[in-house]
């Protein structure tokens, strides 16, 4: 069983920048592939980034791509969404997810444990 809380959420002007966290407790970390995911209201939760088990691969949506990053700390059990250029249609709930299988997948369906999410508003 993994444990995932995020944090970093909030409200922040277009253009601006936050940074989320997801704190991962319980099972090794380091043994997951962990991804990022958003869904705002009214529509289905969508793919934001992912990265694989060791940090080394890399995969984001288009629609954030040059924007965000994702990057992880595994002797922290941390994962990091860094966000840039927000734009107010970034505003969702953020939630992370890992995958033990290890593989960096985009669908919801890939990953088995899921976080609380936290808010992150764009104002214009």
């Known amino acids: 069983q993994v444990q995932l809380v995020e944090s970093g959420g909030g409200l922040v002007q277009a253009g601006g920048s936050l940074r989320l966290s997801c704190a991962a407790s319980?099972?090794?970390?380091?043994?997951?592939?962990m991804g990022w995911f958003r869904q705002a209201p009214g529509k289905e939760r969508e793919f934001v980034a992912a990265i694989s088990w060791s940090g080394g691969n890399t995969y984001y949506a288009d629609s954030v791509k040059g924007r965000f990053t994702i990057s992880r700390d595994n002797a922290k059990n941390t994962v990091y969404l860094q966000m840039n250029s927000l734009k107010p249609e970034d505003t969702a709930v953020y939630y992370c997810a890992a995958d033990y299988s290890g593989g960096v997948g985009a669908r919801v369906g890939d990953y088995d444990y899921w976080g609380q999410g936290t808010q992150v508003t764009v104002s214009s």
């Open positions: 319980g099972r090794t970390f380091s043994s997951y592939a």
